[in-house]
Nanobody, 124 residues
Framework: VQLQAFGGGLVQPGGSLRLSCAAS????????MGWFRQAPGKERKFVAC??????????GDSVKGQGRFTISRDNAKSTVYLQMISLKPEDTAVYYC????????????????WGQGTLVTVSS
């Protein structure tokens, strides 16, 4: 089982990034896929997750209602995405993708598989 996240980097405030996470070694089609992030010196937090089909998405408190982050998935490509716009310095973190066999998983301990993380730095 492998989840490989990529697409992070340095971006200026107000900029955009799209993170990707390629899954292999398991059938991603039957897993809830989520993104978490961990800022320097802070605990890892839930960002968003998407249901098996991608029809339902859920956002964490840090992004809910802002419309800046959008999670999506392409099961044919075994890939989940996190589109981020209007980035702020407080979005700086290592972003992790994860897979859960549970429905609507928002807690870390509900996730079965984790990627290695990709660093997003928002700075001018």
């Amino acid at each position: 089982v492998q989840l490989q996240a990529f697409g992070g980097g340095l971006v200026q405030p107000g900029g955009s990034l799209r993170l990707s996470c390629a899954a292999s070694g398991f059938n991603m089609n039957t897993y809830t896929m989520g993104w978490f992030r961990q800022a320097p010196g802070k605990e890892r937090k839930f960002v968003a997750c998407t249901s098996w089909t991608g029809r339902r998405t859920y956002g964490g408190d840090s992004v809910k209602g802002q419309g800046r982050f959008t999670i999506s998935r392409d099961n044919a490509k075994s890939t989940v995405y996190l589109q981020m716009i209007s980035l702020k310095p407080e979005d700086t973190a290592v972003y992790y993708c994860a897979a859960s066999s549970a429905y609507r998983s928002m807690a870390m301990d509900e996730y079965d598989y984790w990627g290695q993380g990709t660093l997003v730095t928002v700075s001018s």
